[in-house]
């Protein structure tokens, strides 16, 4: 699903995105694909290929641990009625993982000026 009130042309997906219509489709669309490749036992990719993946995956990353500290709290059933509530309950588990990621970086921050 790509949402349409996104200005950027950049799409970022992993491997098993890749295949030649869906990437001529979106292509056609004016998206630039930045999908990582995979190899197969006969045909391992390049280092090329593997500096590509690996640039790729530094910018997915970021959002992808977000996800996956949401499906940890639960973010991916919300026993809820309705979707203004069932947002509301999303928007409190965001805000929760908000205020942890807070407490990680001023815990950093201070471990940082206790060692100077």
């Known amino acids: ?12 997906a992993s491997k098993g995105y890749v295949g030649g219509i ?11 694909t930045h ?3 995979k190899g197969s ?6 280092e090329a290929q593997e500096r590509r993946n690996k640039r ?3 910018s997915r990353v970021r ?5 996956a500290s949401l499906a940890h709290m639960g973010a991916k059933v919300l026993r809820s009625v309705g979707l203004p509530r069932a947002t509301l309950h999303l928007n ?3 805000v929760t993982y908000n205020l942890q990621r ?15």
């Open 1 to 12: 699903m790509i949402d349409p009130a996104n200005t950027s042309r950049d799409l970022y």
């Open 22 to 32: 869906r990437e001529m489709r979106l292509k056609r669309q004016g998206s630039r």
């Open 35 to 37: 999908i990582q490749r």
């Open 41 to 46: 036992k006969d045909k391992p990719i390049s």
């Open 56 to 58: 790729i995956a530094k």
């Open 63 to 67: 959002v992808e641990h977000i996800f």
């Open 92 to 94: 409190w588990k965001v």
């Open 102 to 116: 807070l407490c990680h970086l001023m815990k950093a921050k201070k471990l940082a000026r206790l060692a100077t």
